[in-house]
Structure formats: C-alpha cells, structure tokens
C-alpha cells in the first residue's frame, strides 16, 4: 500500500517557506530553541514531511490543525528536536531518542506544559538573587555623571610577544563607528579612549603597545602560554550606559578601565581560588575539536571564563536546588546556554553602530575561536542586552512558551505581507507540549499527545517490535561537524547545574555525531547500520515509512548511508529536494556548499515495488540537481545485492567524480 508522501510532495511551497525560515529559525520555531545545539533543520520542511503521512485529504494542508492524531512517531537521532515538536503539534505521540543528555533534557523542558507565570515568578526570583550576588563586581562609575552603574561588556585585547617584545593585540583600534561617520577609537600607547579626531595627549606609556591583528603576521607573534588562558587577556574598556541621562537606553558609554574597576577585577581574580571546581571535573577530553584548545596551552574548561564569570556559575549552581524539577530544568538550561554569550572566547562585533547585538558568540562558526578583542560580558546586566540571562529568558522561554500555546505559521503568497510586515496565521487548536510517558504501551490512541524520551544508544532502543508508525530523522552529517565534541562545552556546567537530571557518565564512543575523538576510521558505518537496523525493527510493517533528510559532497557518507540501508532491509520508496541553507550563514559562507536536502523517503524492501534506473550522471555544479540525482543513484545502488562493500565506495566515488 501506498501513503501520500510516496506520491505527493509540494516542493515549491517547502521551498519558498524554507528559503525565508532558514535566516531566522529560532524566530520561526522559538520554543524548540531554549538550549544551543547545531544544524538544526527548518521546522516547517518537517511540517510538510508529517503532513503527507496524514490519512485524511481534508487534513493535510499545511495551515490546517492537527491529523496525526494517535499515530506514534519516532525520532532516534533527534538532536534539536525538530521532528517531535512537528509531530506532537499535529496530535501524534512522539518518541525522541538521542546518545547526547542535552537534546534530551532540553526536549523534556520545551514539551512538558508548565505554567508561564509560574515559570516567570521563580525566573525573577533566581535571577534577583543572583544579581545580587554578582552584580557587585561589574559596577563601575559612570565619567559624566559620576554615579554607580552597571557594567554592559568589558571588552579585552590579547597580550602576545611580537618580534621579542610584549605587545596587547586587538581587531581593530575603532570601538565604534557612528551613524555621523565619527568614531570611537583606542590610543595605541595609552589605551585611553578617544572620541572622533581627538589627539591622546601621551607622549610615553609603561604599557605594552596596543596592535591590530592586521598590523602583525603569524610568523612576528608568539602566544604567551606560561599565562592561564583567562589571564592573557588584558581589560582595556568598560562599555556602560549613564543612570543619569534621559537617554541613556540608547547611548553607550566607552571607558577606560579606572583603579577602581581594576581593584574589583582583582578581587574577583582573588576568589577564584575559593571556588568548588575542580580542573579534574572540567579537563579537555581529546577530539577533532578540542584538539584546537590544548596547542594553545588550554587543559581545561574553567580557563576559558573570567573569575566573574565563574562566580556567575557558582552562585547559580548553589540557587537552582531550591527550585522544584520541572523549574530547575528550565532554568538550568537557561545557565548553560547563557554560556555561549558569557566565555572568553566571545567576540566583539558592535563596531558598527547598526550591527544587531554586540557579541560574536562563542560557536558562530561551529567550531571554538579565539578573538584578539574578546568581549566579556554580564549576565546580570539588568536590561535586555545581548546575552544576558534577562533577553535570553525573554527569547529562551518566554517566547518560546508564549508560542507553544499558540503556534503561528509563516502565510507564503499573496498574502504574505500585510502593510509591508510579514504575515503570520495561528494554527488555531495545536499545541506545541504534551505528557511525559514512561513506555509504549502508555501511547494510547484515546489519550492527548504524549513523549517518551529515551537517553542512549540509538542501536539498541527499548521499544517493542513494530510498535511505530513512522520513523522521522535527520541523521548526522557523516562525520564533519563534531557536536559531541563542542558539546562539552556546555556538559561539563550542566553535570552541576542539574546533576541528577541526565546520565552524564556515557560512552561517547556510541556517538554517530562525532568520529571519536583521534580514532583514524570513524564508526559512522557501523552505528548507523545499528540505528537502521532498530529503525527496521520497530516500525510497523503496514504503510510504515522510515524518512529522513540528507546532503553532503562527500561520496563516503553516501556509501555509508547506503551499507547502513541495505543491511537494515530498506529501499528506497521516493525522493524529493527541498532548501535547507541559509547562504550567509557564517559557517559556510565562501564555501561550496549544498544548499538543498534531499528527503528520503524508504521502507522494508519487501514491500517497495519500485525500479530504479542509475542516472547517467550527477549534476555536479547545482546544489538542488546535485542532491536530487542523488537521492537517484541511492534508490538504484540499494537495488544493487551483489555490490560489496568497497565496490559501493568505489561506485559512488566515480558517480560523484563525474564518471
């Protein structure tokens, strides 16, 4: 038997809706959004996915609530969560299962219904405690009015031997530029700030000169690694708003750190020592990633955040047991995602005055940087600023939960502007949360939407046989983005922040998002031969339907995908090609990459009665005609049972070498 999506997939409607989302996901999707994870797939593709498994034709467009109602969906590498808040919203039962506690624990807060106002009450509750407790040491003096104010951003140059002698390195010399043209600039001998064309009286300073980055090659620098890698950089000014001025919600203030902001970054320093982390419990285990923190002489986490940074997370990690599960959840997670706008290796990007936000965060890039102008920012600040726990709360949580009780949906065509803004519609009747069960047989047809999440092994899933209707995924990108790697980041805080709320003690070699640490021969063959196999295991054998999304240039990870089908038990049923990238996006921007997703769509072999024809060749200068021939070349190579192994390898390589 057939099910529409074998048959039907509007592609042109996924694609005007996916080219506007991709810029901006989080705004599109905000309650799937609460903690950071990487390469996250548009919601509104896997809306479109769900929407074709749906019986009933009166049920499947798009803006029209619901259709999945008593159908279970399963997930097994659910990262970000996509497919589970689609699913759950379209009244299905979802089942998202991920090796990583993060994807875990941030599916269960975003699912679970809590009450908003509640949520908020005890938000404000941990946050004026913790302000008060950190706030002390990013006060600061304000130079026009003379009153106490509250520290922004602290923004910091680099210290480094340049042709033997010390010098502080920074981006550039210009804080800002002024919508007048007029700019606000650092002395490179006094490190006084200066405003327009103003003369720094100086004539010699006892301080290291300041150097842009441009100025100096690799070869003239030498890092200085005897320091800690927090004490090599140098405060040089304090970003601040007047408490005295009418308009000081839009004017910052640039200013030169005095003896008393430095008396109250060396007391911070002072307590550092004090403070219950051991270097052991947050050591740089090895990986692809990692591997650019230790040549540079950093062995453990607590290195890479200030002392009052550190003292930001203490005091959090002494607020939250006060707070009851489901509260702690949320606002755990919000601390540790808080820590990707609150490191020392943030950057600053608010030279420009109509750059939005101020900090370059830590993973803007997908991979750890190591700013010459780093930005250390407050997490307390009490405004809304960029990266502090106030607007993430906001964007985090709030939004998120405001959204969950009211889904809107991007309105594509005529009528997808209304007086110039984007036009959205509520789904009216969905609801983006659900229960919590504990086993299958929980999922039952006459109950409201629910979730089981399952912490482990996608290999080896604690399901019953046949018990899923439909398997929908978006699997690793082979073995080119490390999440696991740069999740550490994040895990080793959240192994305090909420310590009984996942297992923290797993085997990393299990992951299929990372290719394991210094490992020459990535596993990513044998795991997803297991995942599959699971896969193939529990889905229903009546009109199920294992579907997920793929691109990649690399003829390996196709290969792969395609011994890891072919041993599970699957053909391939259909294809189709959709966008999935945001062209500017900054991690592949200047690169030749693929821009589509091809949607696969499969189920067991002994029911798929298609023939697939090998394409002549694969359209290699296309992104969409590139993953569609594809998708193709898959369908006929899982026809091929005589291929081995190598030869699968070998055809693929001369199929994507223009052979």
Known sequence: MTIP?????????????????????????????LHKWWARRCGSTFRLI????????????????????????????MGGGTTLHEAIRLGAHV?????????????????????????????????????????PYFQTICPESGLATAVNYTLYGVRRICNGRDVIVVDSLVLRVETDGSTIRLCPRCHAVLWD?????????????????????????????????????????????????????????????DAHDLALLAEADALRSSLPFAPADFAIEPGRKSRQLTPRGIHNYLDLFSSRQLLYLHHAIQLLPQFDEKIRLNLGLLVSTSLEFNAMLCGYKGKNRRRAGAIRHTFSHHAYSFPYTAL???????????GT????????????????????????????????????????????SGVEVRSVAEMTPDREPSFLLLQGSSTQLDLPDRSVDFIVTDPPYFDSVQYSDLAAFFRVWLRHLLPEAAQ???????????????????????????????????????????????HHWNPKGWAALTVALRQAGFALV???????????????????????????????????NVVWERPSHINLTDSERFCYDCGTFLGWMLQQDGVGETAVLDLWQAALDGE
């Open 376 to 386: 250390e920012n407050n997490p307390v600040y009490p405004r809304q600023a960029s």
């Open 389 to 432: 726990l106030a607007k993430l709360f906001q964007s985090r949580i709030r939004n998120g939960r405001l959204w969950a009780q009211k889904p809107r949906e991007r309105v594509i065509g005529k009528r997808s502007t209304v007086n110039g803004k984007q036009y959205f519609v509520e789904i009216v009747g969905e609801r983006d």
């Open 197 to 257: 064309t103003a003369v720094c009286p100086c004539d010699v300073s006892d301080k290291p000169p300041l150097l842009e980055k441009s100025a100096i090659s690799s070869e003239d620098e030498v890092n200085d690694l005897e320091r800690p890698f927090y004490q090599r950089y140098v405060p040089l000014v304090l970003v601040t708003r007047c408490p005295g001025r009418a308009d000081t919600a839009k004017r910052l203030l640039f200013k030169t750190p």
């Open 50 to 77: 769900l929407k074709q498994l749906v019986a009933d034709e009166a049920q499947r467009d798009y803006y029209t609530p619901g259709g999945l109602a008593g159908k279970i969906i399963l997930d097994p590498m």
């Open 574 to 608: 259909t294809r189709y090609v959709v966008h999935s990238e945001n062209p500017i996006s900054v991690h592949i921007t200047g690169m030749k990459a693929l821009l589509h997703d091809a949607i696969l769509v499969f189920a067991p072999a002994e029911s798929v």
């Open 95 to 135: 089942i998202g299962a991920d090796l990583e506690p993060i994807p875990v624990l941030q599916a269960r807060a975003t699912l679970t219904k809590v009450d908003l106002a509640e949520l908020e009450r005890a938000y404000k509750r941990f946050y004026t405690e913790l302000r008060k407790a950190v706030s």
């Open 504 to 550: 923290w003690a797993y085997d990393t070699q299990e992951s299929a998002v990372d290719p394991h640490q210094l490992d020459s021969e990535s596993r990513y063959t044998e795991l997803m031969s297991g995942i599959f196999a699971e896969c193939k295991r529990v889905l229903r054998e009546e009109n199920g339907r294992f579907i997920f999304t793929f």
């Open 5 to 33: 999506l074998d048959t039907d997939f509007d592609t042109d409607f996924a694609n005007q809706i996916a080219q506007l989302e991709a810029y901006n996901k989080h705004h599109y999707r905000p309650n799937s959004y």
